[in-house]
C-alpha cells in the first residue's frame, strides 16, 4: 500500500492566520484528492488534482499538486472559525481488476480560534 | 437528496455478539467501501465492493464480513465482536471505479464493544 504522511498533524491559530498543510509520499500518484471533516460527519471532498504542478483555488483555499505526482499542500488564507475540521488527502492505489481503493493519510486537525 | 445512509449511528454492545451495521445509497452507485477510522490511525478501508455481489478485502478485514446482494446496500458484519473492533466506521460509495472517484461518505456509526 503507497502511503502518505501529512503534517502537521495538529495546527491551532487565530483567526485571519495563514496556513500551510502538506500531504507526501514516496510513491507516484496519478491524483490526489482533499478531504474535509467535520466533527460528527463523515469526510466531504474539496478537490481533486490530476497534473503535475497543477494549482486549484476553492475561494480561500489554495490546492498544489508537486510537479512529481508525490506530494500536494493546501494553503489557507485568512483562516475563519468555519475552517476548522480534519483535512485529509487521498490517492489511489490499484487493487486489480481494473479497481482502485483509496489510500487516506491520517489528517491534519485544523482549529481556528475566533 | 443524493446521500449514504448507515444504521446505527450508534451501538455500544458486548464481546461477542453479532451484529450488522447497515449502509445504503440511493446514487445508484457501483463501488461501495466500509472504513474505519481511530486516533492516530486514520481512516482504513475494510471491504469494498466494485458491484453486486463482488467483493473484496482491504488493509484491514480481520473480523468482519460484508454482502452485495444489491446495488444500493452493502451491510458491513461483525460475527463475534472485540473490543478492539471499537471504532468509528464510515461506508462510502462512488460512481465509477476509477482512479478520480470521488467518495461519498455516510455520517458514520460509532461502536463501542464491551
Known amino acids: 500500500t503507497q502511503l502518505l504522511e501529512q503534517s502537521p498533524q495538529f495546527l491551532s491559530i487565530q483567526e485571519g492566520e495563514n496556513l500551510t498543510v502538506y500531504c507526501n509520499s514516496s510513491s507516484v500518484f496519478s491524483s490526489l484528492q482533499w478531504y474535509r471533516q467535520e466533527p460528527g460527519e463523515g469526510p466531504v471532498l474539496l478537490v481533486t488534482v490530476v497534473t503535475g504542478g497543477e494549482v486549484k483555488k476553492l475561494k480561500r483555499l489554495t490546492f498544489q499538486f508537486g510537479d512529481a505526482r508525490k506530494d500536494s499542500s493546501l494553503h489557507i488564507t485568512a483562516a475563519q472559525p468555519g475552517d476548522t475540521g480534519l483535512y485529509l488527502c487521498a490517492g489511489p492505489t490499484y487493487s486489480g481488476a481494473g479497481s482502485y481503493q483509496l489510500t487516506f493519510g491520517k489528517g491534519t486537525k485544523l482549529s481556528v480560534i475566533p | 437528496e443524493a446521500q449514504v445512509t448507515q444504521n446505527p449511528r450508534y451501538l455500544i454492545t458486548v464481546t461477542g455478539k453479532k451484529l450488522t451495521v447497515t449502509c445504503s445509497q440511493n446514487m445508484n452507485h457501483e463501488y461501495m467501501s466500509w472504513y474505519r477510522q481511530d486516533p492516530g490511525l486514520g481512516l482504513r478501508q475494510i471491504y469494498y465492493s466494485m458491484n453486486v455481489e463482488v467483493t473484496d478485502k482491504g488493509d484491514v478485514p480481520e473480523g468482519y464480513k460484508v454482502s452485495r446482494k444489491e446495488k444500493r446496500n452493502f451491510p458491513l458484519i461483525l460475527e463475534s465482536p472485540s473490543p478492539n473492533q471499537t471504532s468509528l466506521y464510515f461506508c462510502?460509495?462512488?460512481?465509477?471505479?476509477?482512479?478520480?472517484?470521488?467518495?461519498?461518505f455516510g455520517p458514520g456509526t460509532r461502536l463501542t464493544v464491551l
Open positions: 462510502a460509495s462512488s460512481q465509477e471505479r476509477g482512479p478520480y472517484n470521488e467518495q461519498f
